[in-house]
């Protein structure tokens, strides 16, 4: 199906309703967000709509950025249009009653508003009050893919790391020529140091060797396995793919991140720059990859209120209905910053997963590390379960046994943000844990405005809980070969593609049968 041609899906499940419309809030489009778009729009009532908020103007299809960043002519195969959801202005935003999109910043959130502003440049800046929220942000990428130019954790930057894009506003033309420059710089170095041996690490290590035999690339990994939160198969093999691309694998040595700053060449030079670890051991390399880990998305939640984010991971609290938890007071009132309101894709997605491996700086424990994952994963990672009677409640009510209040049961995380009981950071989990989320929002909304739940729809008087299934992943290893886990078995394939399987992304966001020519849309 050409994107030219193509329904909006979203927009028709909406009917008209008479002002004022209340609202349910998205911060975030993709993998979660995206699915939490689809689940609500297809169950709200009148008077109800969806606005769905990102910073980028297509879905970025991020479990392939890593290969893309290494080979060129499928850049723009990352970025999936958002065609079953209409798109809406800032200023347009309070006129709107039926389901729309935005692309705008989230500046700050409070427990029924949130403040956007334009990306570029930030001037227009506009709030949009909601009845419930569905907090999908995700983490901020390491550097090696993150479009949006982060800084390391600590404010490292090293000095001979690839140099900063200009300015990035979101756009696809913008995010393929990010990854283009990314191409350019990798073809240019004769040799390259991939610090973290996570799934992304792992990647872009074989790509690039898979791809430029003549480089020298070395991966370094500060633990004695690589991929440690897997079966001790999916280290063996994946170290074996390494070396069977000659890539150079240094194991059990941390990088000591004063050496960045500190290195052998000078400013220009086209000699190779050298590195150390904290066992004095250096390395010689004129293009550094830190591959060392994403940092939670959660500082809005924090600014919000500081007890929303565990700080020794940064990661949000939430219950297993998703929702954010904060528990009250013994003596029920409300948090003091309530009152200020000024300025306050089911199948591709099974065969992408997240995995926690070390972290940017001296932690060991961490934020994950991107993982490319496209193996045929158990049909669902989250076992739903009920919970918390609505029975006498409305939904303003805190809507929990008093062992599990929150002060803030209309907002739910999902993804990378949320401290979600060990469930490994993936694609599909965020899948899953948006429709349980949805689903729960679904219950209070039907519950608020007493509309009949049918039996089929299976939205009884009681919230899910969200319990994480067995980890599942499946990394490349170069161009054909990769190793999975699935249900606790380990395995190697040969059957990869150049672009990562693309189109089934794009048909998992409603474009089944997308051409090579529709995929530059």
């Not at 935003?93 to 570029?120: E, F």
């Not at 909601?130 to 893919?145: E, N, T």
């Not at 690839?162 to 990314?182: M, V």
């Not at 060990?422 to 219950?443: S, W």
Request: charged content about 20%; some cysteine; hydrophobic content about 35%.
């Amino acid at each position: 199906m050409s994107v030219t041609t193509k329904a909006s899906h979203l927009s028709s499940t909406s009917m008209p309703t008479t002002f004022p419309t209340r609202t349910v809030a998205i911060l975030g489009g993709s993998y979660g967000g995206s699915r939490a778009a689809q689940v609500l729009a297809e169950g709200m009532p009148q008077g109800w709509r969806v606005v769905l908020v990102d910073r980028n103007s297509h879905l970025n299809h991020v479990y392939n950025f890593s290969r893309y960043a290494v080979l060129a002519g499928h850049e723009h195969k990352a970025f999936i249009p958002y065609i079953n959801i209409p798109s809406s202005s800032l200023s347009d935003i309070p006129s709107c009653s039926s389901h729309v999109r935005v692309q705008a910043t989230i500046t700050s959130i409070d427990n029924h508003r949130i403040i956007l502003s334009q990306n570029l440049p930030e001037l227009q800046q506009s709030s949009l009050d909601f009845d419930y929220a569905i907090y999908a942000l995700g983490s901020h990428l390491p550097s090696p893919i993150d479009l949006w130019n982060h800084q390391n954790e600590g404010g490292l930057k090293p000095n001979f790391e690839p140099p900063e894009i200009p300015t990035y506003g979101g756009t696809k033309p913008e995010g393929i020529s990010s990854l283009r420059e990314r191409q350019k710089r990798v073809e240019a170095a004769t040799s390259v140091l991939v610090v973290g041996g996570g799934a992304l690490g792992i990647q872009f290590a074989s790509d690039i060797a898979a791809v430029y035999p003549q480089k020298r690339v070395t991966l370094l990994h500060s633990r004695r396995r690589l991929l440690p939160k897997f079966d001790d198969a999916m280290h063996e093999e994946a170290l074996q793919g390494l070396q069977e691309l000659n890539v150079r694998v240094i194991l059990g040595e941390r990088l000591d991140f004063e050496s960045l700053q500190h290195t052998s060449a000078t400013k220009g030079s086209s000699e190779p720059r050298v590195v150390r670890t904290l066992s004095g051991r250096e390395i010689s390399a004129d293009l550094l990859l830190l591959c060392t880990g994403q940092i939670p998305n959660t500082g809005l939640l924090r600014d919000m209120d500081p007890r929303t984010v565990a700080p020794d991971t940064g990661l949000t609290r939430v219950l297993r209905t998703m929702q954010l938890h904060v528990p009250p007071p013994f003596e029920p009132h409300k948090f003091q910053g309530d009152d200020d309101d000024d300025d306050d894709v089911l199948r591709c997605l099974k065969n992408l997963s997240f995995d926690t491996e070390e972290a940017t700086g001296q932690s060991e424990s961490s934020p994950s590390s991107l993982s490319i994952a496209y193996a045929d994963l158990p049909s669902t990672s989250s076992s739903p379960r009920t919970l918390y009677s609505l029975s006498s409640l409305s939904s303003t009510d805190t809507l929990l046994d008093p062992c599990q209040e929150t002060l803030y049961p209309n907002i739910f995380v999902v993804g990378d943000a949320a401290d979600a009981f060990d469930a490994i950071k993936a694609g599909h989990t965020a899948y899953y844990q948006a429709e349980v989320a949805a689903r729960n929002i679904l219950r209070l909304i039907r519950r608020d405005e007493k509309v009949g739940i049918l039996a089929e729809d299976d939205l009884d008087s009681e919230l899910e809980e969200y319990a994480p299934g067995p980890p599942a992943i499946k990394v490349s290893l170069g161009m054909t070969k990769s190793v999975y886990e699935v249900n606790g078995v380990v395995g190697t394939k040969n059957d990869g593609v150049e672009d990562l399987n693309a189109a089934v992304m794009w048909a998992a966001c409603g474009m089944p049968d997308v051409s090579e020519e529709d995929m530059f849309a």
